[in-house]
T-cell receptor, first 110, second 114 residues
Framework: GQNIDQPTEMTATEGAIVQINCTYQTSGFNGLFWYQQHAGEAPTFLSYNVLDGLEEKGRFSSFLSRSKGYSYLLLKELQMKDSASYLCAERNQAGTALIFGKGTTLSVSS | DVKVTQSSRYLVKRTGEKVFLECVQDMDHENMFWYRQDPGLGLRLIYFSYDVKMKEKGDIPEGYSVSREKKERFSLILESASTNQTSMYLC?????????????FGDGTRLSIL
């Protein structure tokens, strides 16, 4: 199977930078996604990485190292509205579905 | 924008009932998925479909079945509901292929089995 590991909870303050880490199994790697999910709402797509390096999208960036089976989501200039769960997901080896981690709940305080 | 619509936000059913959860997408996506989401367990894939009348088991298919008679509609069926199927159920869709196409999720159905 594919094991996705990410921290359960993180806390940070407004204006700060936070990095949410994710590790995954490297065999048959086929792409990695990050989603944001506010309480009671649907997950929404944030980023996709398939090659090594950093992908930047405004305040959010995602990094991938395929050799290490490691990704992180970097959130800059944190805002209260960034309080949410962040889900790391790897595309399965067959390329047909996503395997999700259990999610990291981020709490941003003032 | 992609729209994935689940028929109910909240549903309460009784043990032993046959339960239907409906999902419709409006973007002509080939792939559709059903997940359940539970505290501490995250999103787990129940079934998915990559074409009309095609279905594949996910990680936890036991106690569930699915139906995809039309491209835009993917139904999840609980043949005989049990209390351990109380959960949040999320439907998703995506285009086919292995590129950067994300899955788009519906708002979820919170199902309680009494």
């Amino acid at each position: 199977g594919q094991n996705i590991d990410q921290p359960t909870e993180m806390t940070a303050t407004e204006g700060a930078i936070v990095q949410i880490n994710c590790t995954y199994q490297t065999s048959g790697f086929n792409g990695l996604f990050w989603y944001q999910q506010h309480a009671g709402e649907a997950p929404t797509f944030l980023s996709y990485n398939v090659l090594d390096g950093l992908e930047e999208k405004g305040r959010f960036s995602s990094f991938l190292s395929r050799s290490k089976g490691y990704s992180y989501l970097l959130l800059k200039e944190l805002q209260m509205k960034d309080s949410a769960s962040y889900l790391c997901a790897e595309r399965n080896q067959a390329g047909t579905a996503l395997i999700f981690g259990k999610g990291t709940t981020l709490s941003v305080s003032s | 924008d992609v729209k994935v619509t689940q028929s109910s936000r909240y549903l309460v059913k009784r043990t032993g009932e046959k339960v239907f959860l409906e999902c419709v997408q409006d973007m002509d996506h080939e792939n559709m998925f059903w997940y359940r989401q539970d505290p501490g367990l995250g999103l787990r894939l129940i079934y998915f479909s990559y074409d009309v009348k095609m279905k594949e088991k996910g990680d936890i298919p036991e106690g569930y079945s699915v139906s995809r008679e039309k491209k835009e509609r993917f139904s999840l069926i609980l043949e005989s509901a049990s209390t351990n199927q109380t959960s949040m159920y999320l439907c998703a869709s995506s285009v086919s292929g292995t590129g950067n196409q994300p899955q788009h999720f519906g708002d979820g159905t919170r199902l309680s089995i009494l």
